[in-house]
């Protein structure tokens, strides 16, 4: 590698000597990769001899065939590739030679007219070549894919330049994220962004970053979720609003999990979780007709189907149907930790039952949740934020979405009451003493806020990595974000 790092950077010095400039700057390009193919991919050779040879393009170089007195070469752009043709006696022999040193990675500038080769391959007939950025270090040698995954990952550059498949996997990212932004303004919602310091983590049961802000002289946290302060907003009468946004959970990194992650809420005053699963049905079809023209795709060998009206059952109907577990069996905490143990789970002896049940239901039914399934009536003791069933009040108006075995979405009824919201806060203030370093801390600003009067409401978030991850058939998180979080190397 040293000896191919050394013969470039000399190249870079006989270019200026020959009055090259190896990193000039001001071209200007006239017409991309995509806009020459749909445009005059189709045109008979008589036509585009029609055309000129005016069109200026420009990419880095991806292959290169030599002939002799001609060479062909790939160019490749953000919108894909194209051929371009040269020949010593269209270029001149100084314009040839020079090229001739050129490497595959360099960028470059042509401009001549297009052709169609013996093989019917639109190609540009290359009248002046211009050096745009001389590259020093090769592409991967097999430069039609870097198979090594962590180097993907650690060199994502090289990897959206060598796989079409990442750069169309980010591409279908932005896409989904365009449509979820106008799917929600259409439905009156305002998009707005809040704080990504907290003096309180909350909306959320995870472990927070800390930091400390020296002009303030105080803790701050890289926010958990936006959800508090999303609400506030509805106390001041945005009645529908949304935020996607970057939230940051200090726990472990997985196929599923990253600690700096892209999520979309939304809240909505005057509806309930139940309007939240129509909307929720309609939004993801919506987006997947889009996308992938078709609401039946595969998803790690899967056949995954939108077509609504999507599953809904209980969490307790869920382990039943699942664990075959007798009716009956997680409705008193001694059988359900009978149970919980033949699993091999554990738990303290002071763990509530409405913990043990939601253990059991993570542990036994998650994964097998592949078509896309609502499940609804959470304990209240794992939803702190959630509001209390009226009919029961040891459950909640609550529902995640599950989709190819994964939690997509989580969304509830909130609680305007600001006494049952203090209340579930100081419920979960005694488990942090306890040492659950991830329950929910005690917010007043937030329950003055409610204080104030917060109209029914129903909110919602959306895990936008996991989405792509279904969308784009791809298995770890790290396939859908542009840099993930890895070990430093040492």
């Known amino acids: 590698m040293e000896d191919i790092l050394t013969q470039r950077r000399k190249k870079i010095d006989s270019f200026k000597a020959l009055g090259i400039p190896p990193f000039p700057n001001g071209f200007k390009v006239g017409i991309d990769c995509r806009q020459a193919n749909d445009s005059f991919g189709t045109k008979s050779g008589e036509e585009l001899k029609e055309l000129g040879d005016d069109f200026t393009m420009a990419g880095r170089i991806m292959a290169i065939r030599s002939f002799g007195k001609t060479i062909f070469t790939h160019i490749q752009d953000r919108t894909g590739k194209i051929q371009i043709y040269i020949r010593k006696d269209v270029i001149g022999e100084t314009g040839f030679n020079n090229f001739k040193e050129f490497d595959i990675g360099d960028f470059v500038g042509v401009r001549g007219g297009l052709f169609r080769t013996k093989t019917e391959e639109l190609t540009v007939m290359v009248k002046e070549i211009t050096m745009l950025s001389k590259s020093i270090r090769p592409l991967p040698e097999k430069w039609h894919g870097l198979v090594d995954v962590e180097a993907r990952y650690r060199q994502r550059y090289l990897d959206l330049i060598v796989n079409p498949r990442s750069k169309e996997i980010f591409y279908k990212r932005f896409r989904i994220i365009q449509l979820i932004r106008e799917f929600l303004g259409a439905k009156d919602f305002l998009e707005v962004e809040t704080p990504m310091m907290h003096p309180i983590p909350g909306g959320a049961a995870a472990r927070p970053f800390k930091t400390f802000h020296n002009a303030l002289g105080m803790d701050l946290y890289l926010r958990i979720a936006p959800e508090l302060y999303l609400k506030r907003l509805v106390v001041g009468g945005m009645e529908r609003v949304f935020e996607i946004n970057r939230s940051f959970r200090n726990e472990g990194v997985s196929t599923q999990h ?3 992650f892209t999520m979309l809420e939304f809240y909505q005053a005057y509806a309930t979780y139940l309007d939240l ?3 929720t049905e309609e939004m993801f079809t919506a987006i997947a007709k889009e996308v992938l023209g078709t609401l039946c795709f595969d998803y790690q060998g899967e056949k995954i189907d939108f077509t609504p009206p999507w599953q809904r059952m ?33 738990f303290k002896a002071d763990e509530s039952l409405g913990k043990i049940q939601f253990k059991i239901f993570e542990d036994l039914v998650e994964q097998h949740l592949v078509q896309p ?28 979405l599950f989709i190819g075995g994964k939690e997509i979405a989580n969304a509830f009824s909130e609680i305007n009451n600001p006494l049952d919201q203090k209340e579930r806060f100081a419920a ?12 929910h801390e005690m917010d007043e600003d937030y329950i003055q806020a409610l204080e104030y009067g917060m109209p029914p409401t129903a909110g919602e978030g959306v895990g936008i990595d996991r989405l792509v991850m279904l969308l784009t058939n791809s298995s770890s998180i790290r396939e859908v ?7 430093t190397n040492k």
């Open 481 to 487: 974000i542009l840099f993930p979080h890895l070990k």
């Open 314 to 346: 209980t969490l307790k109907e869920a382990v039943m149907n699942y664990g075959e577990v007798e009716k009956g069996v997680l409705d008193n905490k001694e059988s359900a930790l009978n149970y919980a143990g033949k699993l091999g789970l554990t």
């Open 428 to 439: 979960q203030l005694q488990e942090k003493e306890a040492g659950d370093e991830e329950a």
């Open 277 to 279: 699963m129509n909307f």
């Open 258 to 260: 990253n600690p700096e």
């Open 373 to 400: 399934t609502f499940i609804t009536d959470y304990p209240v003791e794992v939803s702190p934020l959630a509001r209390k069933k009226d009919d029961n009040p040891e459950l909640t108006e609550r529902f995640e």
